[in-house]
């Protein structure tokens, strides 16, 4: 079987590879659709990769393979950059050369992969200043193998923008967005996880033709037509955030807390958002200052589909989540205790997520008891990537 070591390469680098995967893969070549390296990455990587979060993954092993490149992580590549930004390299590199009359013969390398990175790293070590039309430094419009919009072939382009399509590698802005599980949250990787929360119910006038279901009644009619038409599909769905924004154990994470939010309202049209300190009693708030009250018997009317996120730390005096008049605030309706007001919640809506900032493998040595019988009430993700794709699963109901 072809390339079979290949797969276990990819399996290596924690590319989930199956049977199936494979069995694909030789199909592919046998209907031809394989002729040259940028195929073979192509369709393999359609075959093998079925989750963002595995693509980096999946360059490095192939990379590996068929390049003998060892490509580091994206987290241990950093060092390098580094290296690079402390050098005038990315604001000389990007200028470019005006005056268009250096006329250079074009200079074809062929250094073995790691023999060009290796050469590369000693190069950087070395340079002390910008250079321009050489064949020895990292620089611009030379025949060096390392640089850009020059004329050289098979090099490594430093930042600017590919001219001969021949590099092989390249150094600079590695754009990304890291997708793996335990990854730190970051603007990009939020908005695409929350992309998937979505409620595609049928809306507005019948004026779309229902294809499966014409065809079944023709067949069902002895081949007589008769047109089925349905309403579009529309995303209708409400999300509803509560934010624990008082009190000195979530000061840590209101930087983290603030993104979240922020990626929630570019995400969801509909979002509502209330404040409560540390537990939740007979009133909400509308604002951060928490001066403007809203009703939680008003909140509990809302539609029993509505989606509800509660981000919180869960953690205060058992007083504040078990007693009547235990909320630590003044003003606050808590002639109720907390916990009766937590259980009314989860029991109007049917999809309630509580995302705790904790980091999960912290929970079962979290000493709190407010803590743990919350997590008695509520489904709790932790505040990571992790946590917002699997709540992004439970509030979709699956």
């Not at 979290?366 to 699963?393: A, C, N, P, W």
Request: charged share 30%; with cysteine.
């Amino acid at each position: 079987m072809l390339f079979i070591d290949f797969f276990y390469t990819l399996r290596g680098y924690g590319v989930p590879v199956t049977v199936e995967n494979i069995l694909e893969f030789e199909k592919a070549i046998e209907k031809g659709l394989i002729s040259d390296i940028d195929e073979l990455y192509t369709v393999s990587r359609l075959i093998c990769v079925k989750k963002i979060e595995d693509i980096d993954n999946f360059d490095r092993a192939f990379s590996s393979y068929f390049l003998g490149l060892d490509l580091p992580k994206i987290e241990d590549i950093s060092d390098l950059y580094r290296l690079l930004e402390n050098k005038p390299f990315k604001e000389w590199l990007d200028e470019q050369i005006k005056s268009g009359n250096l006329k250079l013969d074009d200079v074809r390398w062929n250094i073995p992969p790691e023999e060009l990175f290796k050469r590369f790293i000693e190069t950087v070590m070395k340079q002390t200043e910008a250079h321009h039309g050489g064949n020895k430094w990292v620089g611009t419009e030379g025949t060096s193998p390392f640089g850009h919009s020059g004329k050289s072939y098979r090099g490594i382009r430093v930042y600017g923008e590919s001219g001969q399509m021949s590099a092989i590698k390249t150094i600079g802005e590695r754009r990304y967005i890291d997708y793996s599980i335990d990854a730190g949250l970051k603007s990009e990787n939020i908005r695409q996880a929350l992309g998937f929360l979505k409620n595609m119910v049928p809306k507005g006038p019948k004026d779309e033709i229902d294809l499966d279901e014409t065809i079944y009644q023709m067949a069902k009619n002895g081949g007589e037509i008769e047109f089925i038409f349905k309403s579009e599909l529309r995303d209708d769905i409400n999300v509803v955030l509560l934010i624990d924004n008082g009190g000195y154990s979530m000061t840590p994470y209101a930087r983290l807390v603030s993104l979240v939010f922020s990626k929630m309202k570019d995400r969801f049209r509909n979002l509502s958002t209330y404040y409560f300190r540390n537990c939740v009693y007979g009133n909400l708030f509308i604002n951060p200052q928490r001066t403007k009250i809203y009703s939680t018997e008003k909140f509990l009317s809302k539609r029993p589909d509505t989606r509800v996120i509660i981000i919180g730390d869960a953690a205060m005096a058992p007083e504040e989540l078990f007693s009547p008049q235990g909320s630590i605030e003044y003003g606050v309706d808590d002639s109720k205790p907390g916990y009766y007001w937590l259980e009314r919640i989860n029991k109007r809506f049917r999809y309630c997520v509580w995302l705790n900032p904790i980091r999960k493998g912290r929970w079962d040595r979290y000493g709190s008891q407010t803590f743990q019988e919350i997590r008695k009430i509520f489904h709790m993700e932790d505040l990571t990537l992790g946590g917002i794709k699997s709540m992004v699963e439970y509030l979709k109901g699956e």
